[in-house]
């Protein structure tokens, strides 16, 4: 079975504080990807980063950054100097070969104080 | 623009009537989604389509019916069977033959029922 755990509910930071959601993710399969999505308050999903899964490779865009590691089954996901236009849930997903289906972790709420 | 278009953007029903949302994407991606989301939870999936003419149940399709019939278009039906219509509903798309591919959503449409 597949599964997403995103076990801190809500953070919440002053802004440029630096901030790390945890994303921790179960599957058999080996070959697999994994998604981070941003949603503000008006709603609309945004895309933020893929990872496939033969690729450990941390990636930074920016002040965002993600560091996977298959090792603990982990993808996690930092905002450094975090700004205000930061506060949104966000999602982490999961989606195996070959399959058409996101899983989604239930969500991390952030909250960016001035 | 390409993209992924939703109307109504609210909507609101009387209890015992069916209402469809509307869905259009401009990607020319072959699977579509819906997605349902309840206040502060995450995404669950009701209906996707790989192709046109054909869909496949999510886990939450009780109460729901969606159509195919063209490439752009995946319309949603709520209907009276559904016990607890209200929450906010998002569509999304993505391309054939990338399975490793993101997902695109659109804005959403928020159904209340009065």
Known sequence: ?114 | DGGITQSPKYLFRKEGQNVTLSCEQNLNHDAMYWYRQDPGQGLRLIYYSQIVNDFQKGDIAEGYSVSREKKESFPLTVTSAQKNPTAFYLCASMGFGAVGNEQFFGPGTRLTVL
């Open chain 1, 1 to 114: 079975a597949q599964k997403v755990t995103q076990a801190q509910t809500e953070i919440s930071v002053v802004e440029k504080e630096d901030v790390t959601l945890d994303c921790v993710y179960e599957t058999r399969d080996t070959t697999y990807y994994l998604f981070w999505y941003k949603q503000p308050p008006s709603g609309e999903l945004v895309f933020l980063i893929r990872r496939n899964s033969f690729d450990e490779q941390n990636e930074i865009s920016g002040r965002y950054s993600w560091n996977f590691q298959k090792s603990t089954s982990s993808f996690n996901f930092t905002i450094t100097a975090s700004q205000v236009v930061d506060s949104a849930v966000y999602f982490c997903a999961l989606r195996k070969d070959s399959s058409y289906k996101l899983i989604f972790g239930s969500g991390t709420r952030l909250l960016v104080r001035p």
